[in-house]
C-alpha cells in the first residue's frame, strides 16, 4: 500500500488515530459512574483496543509505540480541567509533560513510515507464529498500557486528591526531571553513534557506564513519580506498585531481548562483563 511508504501521511494517519483514542477515552471516562482508578482504567484499555483495532488494520503493532509516552500527559491533562493549580499539580503536569514531549519526539525521529515495525514484534511474530494474535493484544498493547496506567495512577491523585506541596516531594519529582534529561541525552548519543556507521558497542557518554542507560532513566522516571506522589498525598507505599512493574518489565523483557539482540555482533561477551545491564557501578577486577 503506497499510503503505508508516505512519512508524512503515515504520521497524519498515526496522529488522527491518537486523536480519536484521546477522545474516546476521554469521554468514557465522564460518562463512567466509577470511582477515578476504575474509570480511568476502562478508558485507558478501551482507547487501547481503539488503536489496536487500528494496528491490525495496517498490520503494523508499531502504531502502538507512540502511545506508551502519549497516554499519560493526555490522562493528567484531562484530569486537571476543572481543578485548583496547585504548584504540586503543576509541577506534578509539568514534568509528565516533559517526558511525554521527549519521548515522543525521539519516536517521531526515528519513525520511517507504516510499512515499518518495530524489530521485536517481528521477532516475536516469527517466534510464536499462530499464537502472534494473542501475544500482540496483551503482550504488545494490553500489558504496556496496564504498567503505564499503574505508573500514571500516583500522579493522577495527586490531580485529583488533596495533595500538599512539601519539599520530598518536590524532590522526587527533580529525581524524574533528571531521569528525563539522562533519558534525552541517551538517545542523543545513540543516535550520533548510528550515524557515524562505527559498529560495534557504544562506548561513551552514559553508555560507557550502563548497557542500558535509556531503560535506567525510564525506570527512574517512574519511581520519581510514585515517590512524590506517597508524600504529597501522605499515602501508601502501594502507589509505588506502578514503578515496580515498570522495573520488572523492563528486567524480564526489554533487557533480554535487547542483549540477544546485541549477542549476535562480535565481542558481546566481553563488552557485557565490562559494562553493567542498569546501574553504572564498577565490576571488581579479578
Not at 131 to 145: A, D, E, R
Not at 147 to 169: D, G, Q, S
Request: net charge positive; proline share 5%; aromatic share 12%.
Amino acid at each position: 500500500m503506497i499510503i503505508r511508504k508516505s512519512r508524512a501521511l503515515s504520521f497524519l494517519i498515526v496522529g488522527g488515530i491518537y486523536f480519536l483514542a484521546a477522545a474516546l477515552g476521554i469521554l468514557l471516562f465522564r460518562l463512567l459512574p466509577f470511582d477515578l482508578s476504575l474509570s480511568l482504567l476502562i478508558a485507558d484499555v478501551s482507547a487501547t483496543v481503539f488503536v489496536f483495532l487500528f494496528s491490525l488494520i495496517f498490520g503494523n503493532a508499531s502504531v502502538y509505540d507512540p502511545y506508551w509516552s502519549v497516554q499519560p500527559p493526555v490522562i493528567l491533562a484531562a484530569l486537571l480541567v476543572g481543578q485548583q493549580i496547585t504548584p504540586i499539580r503543576l509541577l506534578t503536569m509539568l514534568v509528565v509533560l516533559y517526558w511525554g514531549v521527549r519521548l515522543t519526539a525521539n519516536w517521531a525521529y526515528t519513525f520511517r513510515d507504516l510499512s515499518h515495525q518495530d524489530w521485536r514484534y517481528t521477532m516475536l511474530s516469527e517466534q510464536t507464529g499462530k499464537l502472534y494474535p494473542l501475544v500482540n493484544f496483551f503482550g504488545i498493547h494490553l500489558v504496556p498500557t496496564l504498567i503505564v496506567y499503574a505508573c500514571t495512577l500516583p500522579a493522577a491523585y495527586v490531580m485529583r486528591a488533596e495533595a500538599e506541596t512539601n519539599l520530598p516531594a518536590v524532590l522526587f519529582l527533580l529525581l524524574s526531571a533528571l531521569a528525563v534529561t539522562g533519558q534525552m541525552l541517551a538517545d542523543v548519543q545513540m543516535h550520533r553513534f548510528r550515524r557515524s556507521a562505527a559498529g560495534g558497542f557504544i562506548r561513551y557518554g552514559l553508555w560507557k557506564y550502563s548497557r542500558h542507560p535509556n531503560y535506567l532513566c525510564e525506570i527512574l522516571m517512574w519511581w520519581g513519580i510514585g515517590g512524590s506522589a506517597i508524600f504529597a498525598l501522605h499515602g501508601s507505599p502501594l502507589l509505588l506498585l506502578g514503578a515496580l512493574a515498570n522495573t520488572l518489565l523492563f528486567l524480564a523483557v526489554s533487557i533480554p531481548m535487547a542483549d540477544r539482540r546485541q549477542s549476535r555482533k562480535e565481542g558481546f561477551a566481553a563488552y557485557r562483563s565490562e559494562t553493567r545491564a542498569l546501574l553504572p557501578i564498577p565490576k571488581r577486577k579479578r
